[in-house]
Structures are given as C-alpha cells and as structure tokens.
C-alpha cells in the first residue's frame, strides 16, 4: 500500500498534474470562483481544478455512481437502564409491630402471594380473637337454627321463634365473613386457617407480609426485629425484570424522527449482543439541564443482564422511510478548512474535486445533501492518493 501510495504521487508528480487555478476550498469561495480554464462543470455545480492520472495509476483507483438508496432515519443517543415502572412495587405492611421473621432477601424470585416476612402484631392478635369468637357464634347460631327447624317441621316451635332462629344465623353468618376478610386482608390464607381448624390448634397470630407481584426481590429495606408503621413502612421493592426501562435523551432537531413504535437497538461495550426494544412514550417537557427530551424504551432484559442506572448506546430506527443520495463513506475527504468533498471523475483519466453537503451515515455509506447527482462518477477507494497528489508541489 505504501508502495503504490508513493508510486502515484512520484508518477502524478512527474508527469505535472494538469492543474489550473487553486479550488475553492469553502461553499462560498466555490460559489463566488469562476470557472478556470480547463475545469470542467457537471450539472451545473463547478469543479475544482481538474488533473490528469496515467493511464498505469488508475487501476489503482475504484471509481463508482453517485447512487439513491432507501433510508430510514435512525436517531443516536444514549439511554439509562431503570426498572419497568409497571411491573415494580413496593411491599407495605398492613399492621404496626416488630418482624420476627424475614424469609426474602434481595435477589429473591418471588411468585405472587408467597410470604416476605412476619409480624408480631396486637392488631393481628385481635383479629384472630375477633375471628374466634365470630367462628364459636356461627357455630352456636348453626345449631340453633338446625333444631328449631326440625321442632319448627315436626309443629313444635312457632313460626317466630323459627325466624328469629333465622334471624340469628345470618347475623352470625355475616360477622364471621367480615372477621375472615379481616384476617385475609392481614394476610392469613384461608388454607392457614382450614388447617388451623382441622388440627385444632390457635390460627398464629402473626401477620404475614406477602408478595403483591411475581418478580425479583431488587431491594430490602428492613431488618429482623425492625419495628415497622402500618402503611407507612416500605419493606422490599419487587420488580419483574424480563423487561425493564430504557430513558433516552433526544434532541429537539431530532424529535420529528422519533415515534412511538419505532424499534430501537442498545448496546453497552460489556455485552456482545445488542438489546431490543420499543419507544412507549415521548415526553411533552423538555429537560431545562440537558435540553433534551425523555423517551421511554420499554427493552426485553430475559437474561436480566440489564441492571438499574447502566449506561446504553441507543438507536432509534425511524419507521418512515425516505430516498436519498449516497457515496461511499471512504470517498469522503476533508480539504485544511474541514469542508467535506470527493474527487469527481470529470473526463477519462482526470479528476477535480467538489465540496459537498453531507447528511448522516448509515453501515459504509454517507448521505449527500448538495453538491452531487445521481450517477455522477467519484473516487471510492484512492481517494487519498489523489489528495496527496493534487497538494503535491513539484
């Protein structure tokens, strides 16, 4: 390579260039120059100073179409991992007292409904008793009615008696199923206390703080013996992280690529493979600090690889499509100012170069906004060697 990089500029030197007067080196300059003589114009847009190549030098050089493509705008920026905000809660405890037990730590798979702790509570203590006595009524009331309704069959006992027998039984009916719905709302599962019942032995008067969701124990925040408020005190978060969320920053000029829908790939240098996700809100503020706009991307995290608060490289992929115009990333150069141009194929053999307007970049290629049409010829690879070439002073 740095053979042949050497043979050409020695070659192009030797052989003097064909060079007119310098090119314009800003949009400005090439717009207000005039054509020199022996520069060439194509579609109406003026070429730099056009030089000729030897017939043996430009095999080295891979000349190609301006060409259309297909594009759909992608949107890069960057994102912070946080957890599924619908699928995360907080664990409270319905009653005040201190725990006895802790059964979950962080990082636990928990199901719905399986116990987190226990509590020692009076209030737990006095909806068992409550429960007790409303059960030891029902009973009574049971049996009461049973007799009276046979006396009432066999005309031993008066129809007002029977109903108030009645009467007695739907009231005890009823402050059972309010006393049980307490204990469930405490956490007492009606199997605990069918087996408490069955084994004839006291219903354990500690509450027990279970699971609202399915998912992953992400935070503790309690400690045994801890003594904790009812409704107050958080004791775990609970998050199901096969899916979490994406916070992206998108910049105004960007906004109007941005959909919800759009499919959007995250990347982090940590993980080989890219990470999938969908955009399910923009937001209607823009952050003062960053003068950005929040997006959420709802991502698949299956293997829960994605961690709160981690750092991603974001793609959105804009679901619109549009036609544009495309070169070669490598025939792209940039002149001492850093304005973009390419080496345009003027005439068989020589070159001038055009500044151009570039748009984004997607895989190898790179939108041209200004300064080419379609099918016009430009150097793809040995660009570079033109450069050295043309600047070449002999």
Not at 18 to 35: F, V
Not at 232 to 239: D, G, R
Not at 303 to 323: C, E, M, W, Y
Request: aromatic share 6%; hydrophobic share 40%.
């Amino acid at each position: 390579m740095k053979s042949a990089i050497v043979a050409i500029v020695v070659a192009l030197g030797a052989s003097g260039c064909e060079k007119s007067s310098p090119h314009p080196t800003t949009p400005a300059a090439a717009a207000a120059a005039a054509p020199p003589a022996g520069s060439a114009t194509a579609g109406g847009a003026t070429l730099g100073a056009y030089f000729t190549v030897p017939a043996d030098q430009l095999p080295h050089l891979k000349i190609v179409p301006v060409r259309r493509a297909t594009w759909s705008t992608t949107v890069r920026t960057t994102g912070t991992v946080d957890w599924d905000n619908d699928h995360t809660t907080q664990a409270i405890t319905q009653v005040s007292g201190p725990i006895v037990r802790i059964v979950a730590d962080t990082g636990t798979r928990v199901k719905a409904g399986d116990p987190l702790l226990y509590v020692a509570s009076g209030d737990m203590t006095s909806a068992v008793s409550i429960y007790r006595k409303a059960k030891n009524r029902f009973d009574l009331a049971k049996r009461q009615l049973d007799r009276n309704k046979d006396l009432f069959e066999h005309k031993a006992l008066s129809a007002r008696e029977y109903d108030s027998a009645q009467a007695d039984f739907n009231d005890a009916a009823t402050d059972l199923q309010s006393s049980l719905q307490t204990l469930k709302v405490f956490g007492v599962l009606q199997a605990d206390i069918t087996d408490a019942e069955q084994q004839n032995v006291p219903i354990k008067p500690e509450m027990v703080m279970r699971a609202p969701l399915a998912g992953v124990v992400v935070q503790k925040m309690v400690l045994p013996g801890q003594f904790i408020q009812a409704g107050t005190t958080a004791a775990f978060v609970i998050s199901n992280t096969s899916t979490v969320w994406v916070q992206g920053h998108v910049y105004d000029k960007d906004l109007g690529s941005v959909h919800v829908g759009d499919k959007v790939d995250e990347r982090n240098s940590s993980f080989p493979e890219p990470f999938h996700g969908v955009v399910s809100y923009i937001g209607d503020m823009l952050d003062p600090a960053t003068r950005t706009t929040p997006v959420r991307i709802v991502t698949q995290n299956p293997n829960g690889l994605l961690k709160k608060d981690l750092f991603l490289d974001v793609v959105i992929h804009d679901k619109t499509a549009r036609d544009v115009l495309v070169v070669p990333t490598t025939a792209v150069l940039y002149d001492e100012q850093n304005f973009p141009f390419v080496y345009v194929q003027a005439a068989a053999g020589k070159f001038a170069q055009r500044l151009v307007k570039l748009g984004g970049q997607q895989g190898d290629d790179t939108q041209v906004v200004d300064g080419l049409k379609a099918g016009e010829p430009v150097v793809s690879q040995g660009s570079v060697f033109l450069q050295f070439a043309n600047s070449y002073q002999p």
